[in-house]
Antibody, heavy 116, light 106 residues
């Protein structure tokens, strides 16, 4: 079981880019898929996208035009960028181990609020 | 996109009662269906993977069944600590989640 920790700004202005990083500890980021998932306040879970350690990505079609997920194996980290944010992007953002399989380990989540 | 529909949306249950939550997929997903528990202000935790396989450390009162389009999560002898939201998730194609089922203790 690995530990995941999200980090990044908790407040982003409308139209700007949301940037978050997930640091993986207790294991290597290599040989697995890694995902970003979000949850608007009081609502359900939405998968954003995943990346394989090699850099292969797959995104939720509803967000694809605004999402970029990248990986830095030397730092055991992967990152999320979501551009042109609006209030609808306000959510708790989770990083998780998994992609085309169960999400076995999750970070604690970080609340990102989009507001001017 | 594969749509997952859970039922019921809400269930109020007395301790030691049996709880059954269903998840129906909009198309066949084999056994690529997983269940999570989420308590308030916590991240989701994997309970059951691939329809019926218990995840490490999960109490034996949690079990899963089903294949194709219809799946069930069962909690035998509900305990107070099981009050939570429960979500299903499919990994047959791009991941999607059910809308969630809230289990409340009477």
């Amino acid at each position: 079981q690995v530990q995941l920790q999200e980090s990044g700004p908790g407040l982003v202005k409308p139209s700007e880019t949301l940037s978050l990083t997930c640091t993986v500890s207790g294991g290597s980021i290599s040989s697995y898929f890694w995902s970003w998932i979000r949850q608007p306040p009081g609502k359900g879970l939405e998968w954003i996208g995943y990346i394989y350690y090699s850099g292969t990505t797959n995104y939720n079609p509803s967000l694809k035009s605004r999402v970029t997920i990248s990986v830095d194996t030397s730092k055991n980290q992967f990152s999320l960028k979501l551009s042109s944010v609006t209030a609808a992007d306000t959510a708790v953002y989770y990083c998780a181990k998994g992609g085309g399989n169960p999400f076995e380990d999750w970070g604690q989540g970080t609340l990102v609020t989009v507001s001017s | 996109e594969i749509v997952l529909t859970q039922s019921p949306d809400f269930q109020s249950v007395t301790p030691k009662e049996k709880v059954t939550i269903t998840c129906r997929a909009s198309q066949s997903i084999g056994s690529s269906l997983h269940w999570y528990q989420q308590k308030p202000d916590q991240s989701p935790k994997l309970l059951i993977k691939f329809a019926s396989q218990s995840f490490s450390g999960v109490p034996s009162r949690f079990s899963g069944s089903g294949s194709g389009t219809d799946f069930t999560l069962t909690i035998n002898s509900l305990e107070a600590e099981d009050a939570a939201m429960y979500y299903c998730h499919q990994s047959s194609s791009l991941p999607t989640f059910g809308q969630g089922t809230k289990v409340e203790i009477k």
